[in-house]
T-cell receptor
Framework: DAKTTQPPSMDCAEGRAANLPCNHS???????VYWYRQIHSQGPQYIIHGLKNNETNEMASLIITEDRKSSTLILPHATLRDTAVYYC???????????FGEGTQLTVNP | NAGVTQTPKFQVLKTGQSMTLQCAQDMNHEYMSWYRQDPGMGLRLIHYSVGAGITDQGEVPNGYNVSRSTTEDFPLRLLSAAPSQTSVYFC??????????????FGEGSWLTVV
């Protein structure tokens, strides 16, 4: 599975959009981009995933660059409850193994 | 649905003791796995199973044993606990491990301290 690079920490004001970047320059054609988050002391929570196209669900939007070497997770209106570690993961379609890096600690400030 | 259920949530063991962390899912998922998370670090895969009767090693399997006799249950056994196994353990499951873009669901974690 491709390695990902994320900033270790980010801050965001409550009510503003949080844009979390991820670099995955060695991603291959059959690898999906997944985003999970982990709120303190809880199990990781699935947010969104995509292959090529931009994706949106009730939690977030995922923007994948045309060359697929990077992506951005967007939380459109961040709340204090969005404070968490956000993990960007790329993995193949076959096999459900996730390889977690160190993620980005997002802190939403009032 | 209960989702992925782990027990116990907290456990203290003495060095050399053995114990089993239980994991059950009610979503008829084929794939189940165990991760450990040490302070300030990401999750690391211990063992996984792609279906009943099939298990395989992950990134850090030493000191742990698993079995998968039913689709629903995937217990993790610590054979002889060591302080290095002090960690938070997460069980996870997903449907159709070969399905493109499948989502993995995690339990709430089991905090284990070995003294």
């Amino acid at each position: 599975d491709a390695k990902t690079t994320q900033p270790p920490s980010m801050d965001c004001a409550e009510g503003r959009a949080a844009n979390l970047p991820c670099n995955h320059s060695t991603i291959s054609g059959n690898e999906y981009v997944y985003w999970y988050r982990q709120i303190h002391s809880q199990g990781p929570q699935y947010i969104i995933h995509g292959l090529k196209n931009n994706e949106t669900n009730e939690m977030a939007s995922l923007i994948i660059t045309e060359d697929r070497k990077s992506s951005t997770l967007i939380l459109p209106h961040a709340t204090l409850r969005d404070t968490a570690v956000y993990y960007c993961i790329v993995k193949e379609t076959s096999g459900s193994r996730l390889t977690f890096g160190e993620g980005t600690q997002l802190t939403v400030n009032p | 649905n209960a989702g992925v259920t782990q027990t116990p949530k907290f456990q203290v063991l003495k060095t050399g003791q053995s114990m089993t962390l239980q994991c059950a899912q009610d979503m008829n998922h084929e794939y189940m796995s165990w991760y450990r998370q040490d302070p300030g670090m990401g999750l690391r895969l211990i063992h996984y199973s792609v279906g009943a009767g099939i298990t395989d090693q992950g990134e850090v399997p030493n000191g742990y044993n698993v079995s998968r006799s039913t689709t629903e249950d995937f217990p993790l056994r610590l054979l002889s606990a060591a302080p290095s196994q002090t960690s938070v353990y997460f069980c996870a499951s997903s449907y159709g491990w070969q399905v493109a873009g499948n989502t993995i669901y995690f339990g709430e974690g089991s905090w284990l301290t070995v003294v």
